[in-house]
């Protein structure tokens, strides 16, 4: 579980590829890792199998790799880290899974005042949980929905956010991880199975 505050970001420092899957080298900043921990990687939950001073490993197995943009990693990409959350832990974000459910194209970027907006595609799974100022994670990161303009998503990312992640960098026809708000997604189940 995760809470979508992003603790660090990272680089890819390699991306190999095998019959399993791929395997991710990703230099981090954590000091105090433990084999089979979570960590988010751009908001998918991936399990630590290696680490050393100033770096760890993730295996990405063939279904993650399909609902991903895992495979499209090259060494020097940044990505947003979050270690799972702790019991005790400030939720300051909102309640994550790690589990990307769908990929968005960025549509459009623009500044206003001291925010800038990002404007993407929503991909049908994640439109049916998303509402007008709830919740959505982009890239690992924790968002308000500012707008639900046509089949589209706006998020506002604060100065602060766009220093901390790399949301800052995102421009158009870029993609990202989604993952739409988790009680949204228990809603439209509980819904769905009574419509019968």
């Known amino acids: 579980m995760f809470t979508g505050i992003v603790t660090a970001t990272g680089t890819v420092r390699e991306a190999k590829s095998g019959p399993g899957g791929l395997t991710l080298r990703i230099e981090a900043p954590f000091a105090d890792l433990v084999t089979g921990e979570s960590i988010a990687v751009d908001g998918a939950c991936l399990t630590v199998e290696r680490f050393g001073t100033g770096w760890f490993e993730v295996h990405v197995i063939a279904t993650s790799l399909e609902r991903t943009l895992f495979a499209e990693y090259r060494t020097d990409d940044k990505v947003n880290l979050e270690r799972a959350l702790a019991v005790g832990d400030r939720l300051g974000g909102h309640l994550v899974s790690g589990h990307v459910d769908g990929i968005g194209e960025v549509l459009e970027v623009r500044d206003e005042a001291d925010a800038r907006l ?79």
């Open 118 to 196: 990002v404007r993407f595609t929503l991909p049908p799974s994640v439109a049916d949980v998303t509402i007008h100022l709830g919740s959505i994670t982009v890239n690992g990161v924790s968002l308000t929905v500012n707008a639900l303009p046509g089949e589209g998503c706006e998020v506002s990312l604060i100065p602060h956010t766009r220093e901390v992640t790399t949301l800052g960098t995102l421009e158009v026809g870029d993609t990202v991880h989604l993952e739409g708000d988790m009680v949204g997604k228990y809603v439209r189940q509980f819904t769905q199975a009574w419509k019968g």
